[in-house]
DNA sequence: CGCAGGATTTGCT
DNA sequence: GCAAATCCTGCGG
C-alpha cells in the first residue's frame, strides 16, 4: 500500500491483516442489504477504494475485489510502515512502537491519511493512492473476524501469522501476550 | 421526520 | 474491565 506517491509525504505500509466482507450472503457486510447509496461501491468495479465513518469518528479502509455486480469488500486491518515513519507518527499524534503503528482499522487510516474523501480511488493506477502486488510468502492463518455481532463464525479473517501488528481478538493492548493467537 | 445501531479506540472508575 | 465519544446510514411511520 502506498499513499501520498510522489510527494515528501509519501508512505509505504505492507499490509499484514484484512477481514473479507462479502454480500447478500455475509450479515454483518454492509451490501447485505443490496446497493444502498453507502455500499453501492462494494457493488462496483475491482481495485476501488471503499472508506466509511464508523462509529462516527474512525474511517476504515477497504479494497473492493470482485468484479462489477458482485458485492465485495476486503477491511485493511493491520500494516507496517515502511517507509515515511515520520509522517505516520505525525498523523498519530501518539507515540505507539513502530509495530503498532498501523494495527487497527481506524489507526491504519488515520496513519496512512486515508478518509471519506479518498473514497472510490482506483488504487489499480498509478494515482497518490495505490497498491503493489507483493507475492510474499508469508504465512498466513485465518479466523474469525473481529468486533461484528453478526456471522461471527465466518472464518474471513486473514493474518500474518505471529506478525506483532497483528491484535488478537478483543484481547488488546493490555498486560497479556502480544503474539497473535491462532484462530479455532 | 425520527430513531436505533455500528467492520472502533481510548481513557478512567 | 468498562463506558464514553460521536455521526451517518438504513429503516419504520
Given at each position: 500500500?502506498?499513499?501520498?506517491?510522489?510527494?515528501?509525504?509519501?508512505?509505504?505500509?505492507?499490509?499484514?491483516?484484512?477481514?473479507?466482507?462479502?454480500?447478500?450472503?455475509d450479515p454483518a457486510s454492509h451490501a447485505f442489504r443490496g446497493p444502498?447509496?453507502?455500499?453501492?461501491?462494494?457493488?462496483?468495479?475491482?481495485?476501488?477504494?471503499?472508506?466509511?465513518?464508523?462509529?462516527?469518528?474512525?474511517?476504515?479502509?477497504?479494497?473492493?475485489?470482485?468484479?462489477?455486480?458482485?458485492?465485495?469488500?476486503?477491511?485493511?486491518?493491520?500494516?507496517?510502515?515502511?517507509?515515511?515513519?515520520?509522517?505516520?507518527?505525525?498523523?498519530?499524534?501518539?507515540?505507539?512502537?513502530?509495530?503498532?503503528?498501523?494495527?487497527?482499522?481506524?489507526?491504519?487510516?488515520?496513519?496512512?491519511?486515508?478518509?471519506?474523501?479518498?473514497?472510490?480511488?482506483?488504487?489499480?493506477?498509478?494515482?497518490?493512492?495505490?497498491?503493489?502486488?507483493?507475492?510474499?510468502?508469508?504465512?498466513?492463518?485465518?479466523?474469525?473476524?473481529?468486533?461484528?455481532?453478526?456471522?461471527?463464525?465466518?472464518?474471513?479473517?486473514?493474518?500474518?501469522?505471529?506478525?506483532?501488528?497483528?491484535?488478537?481478538?478483543?484481547?488488546?493492548?493490555?498486560?497479556?501476550?502480544?503474539?497473535?493467537?491462532?484462530?479455532?
Amino acid at each position: 500500500m502506498v499513499t501520498g506517491a510522489g510527494t515528501a509525504a509519501e508512505v509505504r505500509a505492507r499490509i499484514v491483516e484484512v477481514e473479507a466482507y462479502r454480500g447478500s450472503d455475509d450479515p454483518a457486510s454492509h451490501a447485505f442489504r443490496g446497493p444502498t447509496p453507502r455500499a453501492s461501491i462494494m457493488f462496483g468495479e475491482a481495485g476501488h477504494l471503499y472508506v466509511y465513518l464508523s462509529y462516527g469518528m474512525h474511517h476504515c479502509a477497504n479494497v473492493v475485489c470482485a468484479p462489477a455486480g458482485t458485492a465485495s469488500a476486503v477491511l485493511l486491518r493491520a500494516a507496517v510502515v515502511e517507509h515515511g515513519e515520520d509522517t505516520v507518527r505525525a498523523r498519530r499524534g501518539r507515540l505507539p512502537p513502530r509495530a503498532r503503528l498501523l494495527s487497527g482499522p481506524g489507526n491504519l487510516c488515520k496513519g496512512l491519511g486515508l478518509a471519506v474523501a479518498d473514497n472510490g480511488a482506483d488504487l489499480c493506477s498509478a494515482g497518490p493512492i495505490h497498491l503493489e502486488a507483493r507475492s510474499a510468502g508469508v504465512p498466513l492463518q485465518s479466523g474469525p473476524r473481529v468486533g461484528i455481532r453478526r456471522a461471527v463464525d465466518l472464518p474471513l479473517r486473514f493474518w500474518w501469522a505471529g506478525h506483532p501488528a497483528v491484535s488478537a481478538p478483543r484481547l488488546p493492548r493490555s498486560h497479556k501476550g502480544t503474539g497473535a493467537e491462532a484462530g479455532p
